[in-house]
């Protein structure tokens, strides 16, 4: 199977790893990638968000299957168009990419499919800002409506500087969804889907501020982790019997089925799981422990979910043990990224790239915000955890920083689910 994956980012460096052990695979090209996905895969450039680019790409390279690593091209119909081409494609059309696009659709679909959310109200304009604002408790939460990298969002116990987020959003033409605060942990539940029925991988948990103890800005993710071994042995079973399940369907019904990734983002809550978002694709940084414990083979069942066929595949197998992420961030992330660094230590086993290139002296350089991510793995999360922090020590980058904390609570036994 010769496969092209779409995107530049760890988490595809990631699927390409994945998918290079899979005995099926014959050929791998990835576009635009990065300094590290060109180790494994037959690099190629393309604007990744205009679909009849890509479905050019992918007919002349001869591509048995897309796999769609991001959010922007799914939204904006990237796998629409190759599929109109007669590729098999891993992800969502523009329909049913909008769970992620629009989070008012979400919410529409959750309620529809009576699934818990957190309460929200959409404000369109700053004259009913202060209103809506008056309805919330602090901490108040203020959300870009549309994509934002996960850089839209912010949570915070001032009332002024929620408010002052919401007028930057509305100032730039973004709609805002405001909402009640979701206490207790975080998973991130990836799933397959084809239509109705919902496989769901390990459930993980990110890190999303950019400082230790959950300090300072939102980013798009500092490290993650999986399994989680403070949950209940059947979270993602009662997950998908009570949450993407029912999404699932509820996409069937509105005749916009989900095919590919869907991604719950939930908050395990006093009062029960609650969905903090959906997202249509792989999550960043949880892909790249995910995919490090997942022993079944990646390609088939990616092709499987792009096709229809996902019943046919038998139950996925796991490695036991854990796996832990760590990303190492330019200095100014997640504001303004200093770029053209040079990254030592970057070819090692266990680092997966993310904005890096290779300068013409064949030096790796860093090229965007999150840089690069380091995976560890172990019998158990601590061990995971040192295993990952290793191999973060062996690599250099002016400036960089990274989160020290991550997995700590949860390998130490101090992760809850409120009762
Ligand atoms: N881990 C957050 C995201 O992928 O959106």
């Given at each position: 199977?010769?496969?092209?994956?779409?995107?530049?980012?760890?988490?595809?460096?990631a699927i390409?790893l994945a998918l290079?052990q899979d005995?099926?695979?014959?050929?791998?090209?990835?576009?635009?990638?990065?300094?590290?996905?060109?180790?494994?895969?037959?690099?190629?450039?393309?604007?990744?968000?205009?679909?009849?680019?890509?479905?050019?790409?992918?007919?002349?390279?001869?591509?048995?299957?897309?796999?769609?690593?991001?959010?922007?091209?799914?939204?904006?119909?990237?796998?629409?168009?190759?599929?109109?081409?007669?590729?098999?494609?891993?992800?969502?059309?523009?329909?049913?990419?909008?769970?992620?696009?629009?989070?008012?659709?979400?919410?529409?679909?959750?309620?529809?499919?009576?699934?818990?959310?957190?309460?929200?109200?959409?404000?369109?304009?700053?004259?009913?800002?202060?209103?809506?604002?008056?309805?919330?408790?602090?901490?108040?939460?203020?959300?870009?409506?549309?994509?934002?990298?996960?850089?839209?969002?912010?949570?915070?116990?001032?009332?002024?500087?929620?408010?002052?987020?919401?007028?930057?959003?509305?100032?730039?033409?973004?709609?805002?969804?405001?909402?009640?605060?979701?206490?207790?942990?975080?998973?991130?539940?990836f799933?397959l889907?084809?239509?109705?029925?919902?496989?769901?991988l390990l459930?993980?948990?990110?890190?999303?501020?950019?400082?230790?103890?959950?300090?300072?800005?939102?980013?798009?993710?500092?490290?993650?982790?999986a399994p989680?071994?403070?949950?209940?042995?059947?979270?993602?079973?009662?997950?998908?019997?009570?949450?993407?399940?029912?999404?699932?369907?509820?996409?069937?019904?509105?005749?916009?089925?989900?095919?590919?990734?869907?991604?719950?983002?939930?908050?395990?809550?006093?009062?029960?799981?609650?969905?903090?978002?959906?997202?249509?694709?792989f999550?960043?940084?949880?892909t790249q422990a995910v995919l490090a414990l997942l022993r079944t083979p990646l390609a088939g069942l990616l092709?499987?979910?792009?096709?229809?066929?996902?019943?046919?595949?038998?139950?996925l197998e796991w490695e036991?043990?854990?796996a832990?992420?760590?990303?190492?961030?330019?200095?100014?992330?997640?504001?303004?990224?200093?770029?053209?660094?040079?990254?030592?230590?970057?070819?090692?086993?266990?680092?997966?790239?993310?904005?890096?290139?290779?300068?013409?002296?064949?030096?790796?350089?860093?090229?965007?915000?999150?840089?690069?991510?380091?995976?560890?793995t172990?019998?158990?999360?601590?061990?995971?955890?040192?295993?990952?922090?290793?191999?973060?020590?062996?690599?250099?980058?002016?400036?960089?920083?990274?989160?020290?904390?991550?997995?700590?609570?949860?390998?130490?036994?101090?992760?809850?689910?409120?009762?």
């Open positions: 199977m010769r496969v092209l994956v779409i995107g530049s980012g760890a988490r595809e460096h390409l290079a005995p099926a695979v014959t050929a791998l090209a990835c576009a635009p990638g990065n300094a590290g996905t060109a180790a494994l895969a037959e690099q190629r450039g393309v604007e990744a968000r205009d679909g009849a680019a890509v479905a050019k790409l992918a007919a002349d390279w001869g591509a048995d299957l897309v796999v769609i690593g991001p959010e922007v091209p799914l939204v904006a119909g990237v796998a629409d168009a190759v599929r109109a081409a007669g590729i098999a494609c891993f992800g969502p059309g523009a329909e049913a990419a909008r769970i992620e696009g629009s989070k008012s659709f979400a919410k529409d679909v959750m309620a529809a499919a009576g699934v818990a959310t957190a309460a929200s109200l959409i404000v369109d304009t700053p004259a009913d800002l202060d209103i809506a604002l008056a309805r919330f408790a602090p901490p108040y939460v203020v959300k870009d409506d549309g994509l934002a990298a996960g850089k839209g969002v912010v949570v915070t116990e001032d009332l002024d500087a929620a408010r002052a987020h919401a007028c930057g959003l509305l100032d730039s033409g973004h709609p805002v969804l405001l909402e009640t605060y979701l206490d207790g942990p975080e998973v991130s539940l799933c889907v084809d239509g109705a029925l919902v496989v769901p459930p993980a948990q990110d890190f999303k501020r950019v400082g230790d103890g959950d300090s300072g800005p939102n980013t798009g993710g500092m490290g993650a982790y989680l071994p403070w949950a209940p042995a059947d979270l993602a079973e009662t997950l998908v019997e009570t949450i993407v399940g029912p999404v699932a369907a509820e996409m069937v019904r509105r005749g916009t089925p989900f095919s590919g990734l869907l991604y719950a983002g939930l908050a395990l809550t006093s009062s029960g799981p609650q969905v903090v978002e959906f997202n249509c694709r999550g960043d940084p949880e092709h499987a979910t792009a096709t229809g066929t996902l019943a046919r595949q038998p139950p036991a043990g854990a832990v992420t760590v990303v190492l961030a330019a200095e100014g992330y997640p504001g303004t990224p200093r770029l053209g660094d040079v990254v030592s230590g970057a070819e090692a086993e266990g680092v997966l790239h993310a904005g890096t290139r290779r300068r013409d002296d064949g030096a790796v350089v860093s090229a965007g915000g999150r840089v690069l991510s380091v995976v560890g172990g019998p158990d999360l601590a061990a995971a955890r040192a295993d990952a922090y290793e191999r973060l020590g062996r690599v250099h980058l002016a400036g960089a920083h990274h989160r020290t904390d991550i997995a700590a609570k949860a390998a130490e036994g101090l992760v809850t689910v409120p009762g």
